[in-house]
């Protein structure tokens, strides 16, 4: 048995970046960028009005000629003297000699002339050229989330494709003779299967959406059977029960048996204490406890920086906040504990339902507090470090 911050550093150590892939930029939403960007071009490319108003050649003066008007799209060459004014829209191209846009609410217009009732400052409500971003600067340093701003920030600037790590394909292989499907009837003595569920829902926040849910009985043949489908097929598995010690856990048996390397078995934690890690290849493999709170704690540690390791972020584990502690707490087990708990700007309360069965109070929680496994006493008003799960 191994202690957290072990196997941690274990689960790093070997899971390595997907492979790259060239994708179109409309298609690229959740990916993670496997390539410094550089803009083609200034943005804008040109200098642009920020308002509808008239652009002049500031001075004293306040009133001016209208000789002509610059529409968006337009490519206005009319140069202006001193006391000439163009009637422009947002967006649209400042003539090379005009210095000012004067916004319209403060211009008094006919035809022919404006009079200006509110001189802006010089260069006000102008554009400049290369403002956002100029030709061969930075656009995103690799490693970046491509979020939909983000696409459009690259549609305007012309880049069309990108290179951006592959996300793995992700398996879930449920064990248990007592699990039944969601929606049937419940028999004596069975329980409905949640936890790919919980677990598919969990993947969705990091990016996964197509995930493929397999159930095997507690039998040894079978799940050795299912594991060699799967293995060959997947970039990560995860598994849902069968990995503790009891006579029917037969998934740590049919993992070896299929050439699996065991890189840990069981860490020093409550809740998830019996996870397998290992891998084949370059898969990666993620035995988690059957029992929902230790299967969604042990995903949240371990599962979920693997998978954005694999896919290229360079940020991977939950953030971390100190808070102080509303109450009490002993820790006797000399385990590394993760409670389940709610927090504020200022405080924390660890909440009542910690069993790893239960999955009522993580529900609510919004963080997993940490207890390392050589803290006895933590006093009312200590600061303790915590992790938000929501």
């Not at 892939?21 to 009005?49: C, N, W």
């Not at 940020?315 to 707490?329: A, C, E, F, M, Q």
């Amino acid at each position: 048995m191994i202690n957290v911050s072990e196997a941690l550093a274990i689960v790093a150590e070997n899971s390595s970046n997907m492979p790259v892939q060239k994708i179109p930029v409309h298609k690229a939403l959740g990916y993670v960028l496997a390539e410094t960007l550089y803009s083609p071009i200034d943005m804008p490319p040109f200098r642009q009005s920020a308002m509808d108003g008239y652009a002049f050649i500031h001075s004293e003066k306040h009133q001016y000629d209208i000789v002509g008007i610059s529409q968006a799209g337009d490519h206005s060459k009319i140069k202006l003297n001193e006391n000439e004014a163009i009637r422009i829209f947002t967006g649209a191209f400042v003539p090379n000699n005009a210095d000012t846009v004067v916004m319209q609410e403060h211009v008094m217009a006919n035809e022919n002339s404006i009079l200006i009732t509110n001189m802006p400052a010089q260069f006000s409500n102008v554009r400049a050229k290369g403002e956002q971003i100029r030709k061969e600067e930075v656009v995103f340093d690799a490693n970046t989330l491509i979020t939909p701003a983000a696409i459009g920030f690259l549609a305007c600037l012309g880049i069309t494709e990108v290179e951006v790590y592959k996300k793995p394909k992700v398996a879930i292989l449920v064990t248990g003779n007592e699990l039944v499907k969601l929606g049937g009837k419940l028999p004596k003595g069975k329980i409905y299967e949640s936890n790919s569920l919980m677990l598919q829902a969990a993947l969705e926040t990091i990016g996964i959406k197509k995930t493929k849910v397999y159930h095997v009985k507690d039998n040894l043949k079978a799940t050795k059977k299912a594991l060699k489908k799967i293995l060959s097929k997947y970039d990560v598995v995860l598994i849902s029960g069968g990995i503790s010690v009891g006579d029917y856990d037969f998934v740590k048996e049919a993992l070896l048996a299929n050439g699996v390397e065991e890189l840990f078995y069981k860490i020093n934690q409550k809740p998830g204490k019996p996870m397998f890690f290992g891998s084949k290849n370059d898969t990666l493999v993620f035995a988690l406890p059957g029992n929902p709170a230790s299967s969604l704690t042990n995903f949240y540690i371990y599962v979920f920086p693997a998978i954005k390791n694999r896919m290229g972020f360079s940020d991977i584990h939950l953030p971390k906040l100190v808070r102080k502690l509303n109450s009490d707490y002993i820790n006797t087990t000399g385990k590394t504990l993760f409670l389940k708990a709610l927090y504020d700007e200022t405080n924390v309360t660890i909440l009542e339902g910690q069993a790893s069965s239960m999955l009522n109070t993580f529900a609510i929680a919004n963080s997993l507090l940490i207890v390392p496994n050589d803290t006895e006493n933590l006093k009312k008003g200590e600061l303790v470090t915590l992790m938000p799960i929501h």
